[in-house]
């Protein structure tokens, strides 16, 4: 098993750059065909003081969304060029702008897809990684702000809760969990269930080849979101993964939850499924 399709979310310039610094050594490794998909925004109809539509304000606006996507498309070009990846640009108009929701198709037919963190300085240009996780059924890989390392990841976490969607997390991660020098399985303040489930999962990844251990944490009046990022950094793990949104979306928003904790603080490269 190996990540052969690789749909790239490309939404500003800023994500470009850290992006493809994340997804061409991989592609290389991995032997992967790139997608790199880039959505602009329809220019909204402006009207003069007269009334009549300002023909001029979206010709301009028109031209400077086929220039910033034009942009886009040469660094991606040249980026798959130099790391001798196959590849393939799709540039696409649409009402929001937003390359996630646009490329959602398209990751549908994908083995994996790759976005960067919302930048919380960039609210309006960040791109909707709800519709990736929630619309696509497809495995994300979120790269943090402070990018990632090129290389294969050396250390795993996985973060358990016997959920379908910790399953699901956990079996879409097996490439990189097998190229990993240790796997780590973390349950919080687990029963006597969860704890057997943990312990069957660390033997059906182990019989993958992968070196997995099973590490049972207390939360001690802190939040799990806040549990699973203090070990991140305990273990030292560059790579974070975990099922995404085990309760509704709405739920999450309300009330808060892990998946949108860790959205939001996101402590290292991290592969959420759904």
């Not at 850290?18 to 009207?47: C, I, K, N, Y």
């Amino acid at each position: 098993m190996s990540y052969k399709t690789i749909v790239a979310i490309i939404q500003t310039p800023k994500d470009s750059e850290r992006l493809l610094h994340a997804v061409m050594p991989l592609a290389a490794r991995l032997g992967s065909h790139v997608v790199g998909v880039h959505a602009e925004a329809l220019p909204m109809p402006m009207t003069t003081g007269m009334g009549f539509p300002d023909a001029d304000f979206i010709t301009t606006a028109s031209e400077l969304n086929r220039k910033r996507a034009a942009e886009l498309e040469s660094h991606f070009s040249a980026q798959c060029a130099d790391s001798a990846v196959a590849s393939e640009w799709r540039a696409v108009e649409s009402f929001s702008g937003d390359s996630a929701v646009a490329a959602r198709a398209a990751a549908r037919t994908a083995d994996v897809v790759v976005a960067s963190e919302a930048d919380p300085k960039e609210t309006t240009h960040s791109a909707d990684l709800d519709a990736l996780l929630y619309d696509t059924g497809r495995p994300v890989l979120l790269v943090p702000l402070a990018g990632m390392n090129a290389g294969p990841f050396g250390k795993v976490l996985v973060a358990w809760n016997g959920t379908r969607e910790a399953a699901r997390a956990a079996f879409d991660a097996l490439p990189f969990i097998m190229e990993a020098d240790e796997t780590i399985v973390v349950t919080v303040d687990a029963d006597d269930e969860l704890s057997s489930s943990a312990s069957q999962l660390a033997a059906a990844l182990a019989r993958h080849g992968a070196h997995v251990s099973v590490s049972a944490l207390k939360a001690s009046g802190r939040s799990v979101a806040d549990v699973i990022a203090g070990q991140v950094a305990i273990s030292g793990a560059d790579l974070l993964v975990m099922g995404a949104y085990g309760h509704s979306r709405l739920r999450e928003f309300l009330f808060g939850g892990v998946t949108r904790s860790v959205l939001e603080r996101m402590p290292v490269a991290t592969f959420m499924s759904r």
